[in-house]
Every structure is written in structure tokens, then in C-alpha cells.
């Protein structure tokens, strides 16, 4: 019997697909399902590291698809109050179930218990973006209307959109036991005050994740028939555990159980794809170089090669040159928004 491994291409080996690589030259890309073009309306959502792919499509030409750009207001003040950070002034989308439930609400298939969060300051916020509006509100109404004119924004861009970008970021969430509405951050972090009677903590396994993702993707593809959808992983570590357990171990349950459900639900549907980021930024043969001091932030480095393997694969006409000016004018770390650091920040 003849070995059934002679005669594979290059990238099936590690000698010759990995270590036999200079390492800025890896590309993990085999088959990519799909090309975006220019015009192609091209949304984001996710976890902090999506934004640095919006960032991207966005500084090389292609159509990012923005529904709510806060189009009245200086470009300082767009930037303060999160306006084009994603497609819409959602905020950090860090669970499937987050994802899910924003699809419900804006398609009025749910309706949270939560309306609104006091701060410290007596301000009011939204509890599902909590810090999308820096100056919060002045009364829960405020609050109230906000979210329906957000939520008009949402439906449109999952109505609108031609190619749908999801960066899966966490498994661990706090949720509301009276309707099981997931937040973004506990409740008490930055507004809101934690009820252990109302409050609970979630680790989510893989049932649940990939259950969540199905039904998104099940009711996306229905109001949306011509969407196509690209799954990524955050190479972003945890920054805090809930999990009576070392950060680390709790970081790689996450990512692995991210990473497999990414890849079920790629083989069940052909119009999903599963970019490799967090591949690229992790893997053993980078030797750590992509990441900031802390091990946690990714550098400009790891952006810059991320984007050269989706400029080249996922954009139709993507060339060496246009990979070549994402490197250049990769976005500093520093550009990110994330609700995570205010745990940090308040302990």
C-alpha cells in the first residue's frame, strides 16, 4: 500500500508548511470560500479584536458598512461617543448569546427586563453597552429611546449587508436570572449594582455557544438570504477570570471551545467561512512576537500580519501591495475599545 501522505501540498506538513516558513510569511489560508469586493457592504461585530479588521477594510478602499456613523457630529466627537468603532454603536459583542439576543431585540422578538443602569454619578446607561455613550444619560427614557434608535440602525445593517464579520471573544458572562439576558461586563462594574439574587455568572460550554451561533446564523440567513459570514477567534487572552482557577487555564477552555464551535458550524453551512487570526497570532512558530509586554494586547506586528493574509485571500483584486500598505498603516493597540478593561480599571 502506497503512504497516503506522499505527494500532499506544502502547507499539510509542519516542516514545510510552518518551520520551513519565515515566519512573517506564514499564511494559513488555504481555500477561502469567498471574495469581498469594493462595493460589498461589509459589517463587523465581536469582541475588541474585530475592530482592527474594520480598521483595515476601512483605510484600504473597501465599503464598510456603517448604519449608525453619527454623520452630524465632529469627527472628535464621533470618536468620543464610539461611532464607528462597529457597524453600529452596539459595543463588545463578546458571546454568541450576546449576538443572539441583539438579533432578537432588533427584529422584536425580545424585550429585556433591563432598560436602564444608574452610575456612581447618578448618569443613566444602556446595560447592554454600558459605555458606548461616555456622558451616560440624563433619565432612564433617554436611555429608552437611544436604544430603539440603535436597534433601528442594527436591523438595517443585518438586513443590508452583503458580508457579515463575527470575532468570537469569551465564554464567561454575567447574565440576569429573571429573563437570561446576557451583559457585556457585570452589572456593579460601571453602573448597576450586583444582586446575587438576580445576577449570575455563566461560563458557557460548547452546546450552548454553538447553539446560539446556529440560531443566529438560521434567522440572519432568513431576513438576508444573499449574506455570506466570516467566523474569527480573539487571540486576545481574558483579562480576568470568575472561574475559581488560574487566568491561563481559563483563557485556553475559552478560546478552545471558541475555536471548535467556529468550526463546526463552518462545515454545516457553505456560505460561513472561519478566517485564522487567532492562528496567526498565537501559534507557537511567531514565538510570542505579537504580542504587547503584557502577553495580552496583540502588537501592531500580529494586526499587520493578520490583515496581510485576509487582504490577500478574502479581497477580490487583494494583492501583495495592498497587504503591503496594511502593514504600514496597522492601528496601534491603543485605537481598541474594550468593556473588558474596565474590569481592571475598577479593581
Not at 503584557?294 to 494586526?303: A, P
Amino acid at each position: 500500500m502506497s503512504n497516503p501522505y506522499k505527494g500532499l501540498p506544502d502547507h499539510q506538513f509542519w516542516r514545510r508548511g510552518v518551520s520551513g516558513v519565515e515566519h512573517h510569511r506564514l499564511d494559513p489560508i488555504v481555500e477561502p470560500r469567498f471574495r469581498i469586493a469594493k462595493d460589498d457592504r461589509v459589517a463587523t461585530a465581536g469582541s475588541c479584536f474585530a475592530q482592527h479588521i474594520s480598521n483595515r477594510l476601512s483605510k484600504t478602499g473597501f465599503n464598510y458598512f456603517v448604519t449608525e456613523d453619527g454623520a452630524d457630529l465632529t469627527p472628535d466627537e464621533r470618536k468620543r461617543r464610539n461611532f464607528g468603532v462597529f457597524s453600529a454603536r452596539f459595543g463588545n459583542l463578546y458571546t454568541t448569546a450576546q449576538l443572539r439576543q441583539l438579533f432578537q431585540e432588533a427584529f422584536d422578538q425580545r424585550t429585556p427586563d433591563d432598560a436602564a443602569f444608574e452610575r456612581p454619578d447618578g448618569r443613566f446607561i444602556d446595560p447592554f453597552r454600558p459605555q458606548i455613550e461616555p456622558d451616560g444619560h440624563a433619565t432612564i427614557e433617554d436611555v429608552v429611546q437611544a436604544r430603539r434608535a440603535h436597534l433601528d440602525a442594527v436591523r438595517r445593517m443585518f438586513l443590508d449587508c452583503d458580508v457579515f464579520i463575527f470575532t468570537l471573544g469569551l465564554t464567561e458572562a454575567w447574565r440576569s436570572m429573571t429573563d437570561q439576558s446576557v451583559y457585556p461586563i457585570a452589572p456593579g462594574v460601571v453602573g448597576g449594582a450586583f444582586d446575587p439574587a438576580r445576577h449570575a455568572f455563566v461560563n458557557f460550554d460548547l452546546a450552548a455557544v454553538e447553539a446560539d451561533l446556529e440560531a443566529f446564523l438560521a434567522h440572519l440567513k432568513q431576513v438576508n438570504p444573499g449574506v455570506r459570514v466570516l467566523l474569527t477567534v480573539s487571540p486576545v487572552p481574558l483579562i480576568a477570570t470568575y472561574e475559581n482557577r488560574h487566568v491561563l487555564v481559563s483563557t485556553t477552555y475559552s478560546k478552545s471551545v471558541l475555536r471548535v464551535a467556529a468550526e463546526q458550524v463552518m462545515r454545516h453551512y457553505g456560505w460561513v467561512d472561519y478566517f485564522p487570526s487567532y492562528e496567526i497570532i498565537t501559534g507557537s512558530y511567531a514565538g510570542g512576537l505579537y504580542y504587547e509586554d503584557d502577553f495580552r494586547e496583540v502588537n501592531t506586528l500580529g494586526v499587520a500580519h493578520a490583515m496581510r493574509c485576509f487582504l490577500r485571500n478574502y479581497t477580490e483584486g487583494g494583492t501583495r501591495q495592498d497587504a503591503d500598505a496594511a502593514h504600514i498603516a496597522a492601528a496601534r493597540t491603543t485605537d481598541i475599545v474594550c468593556d473588558e478593561e474596565a474590569i481592571a480599571a475598577t479593581i
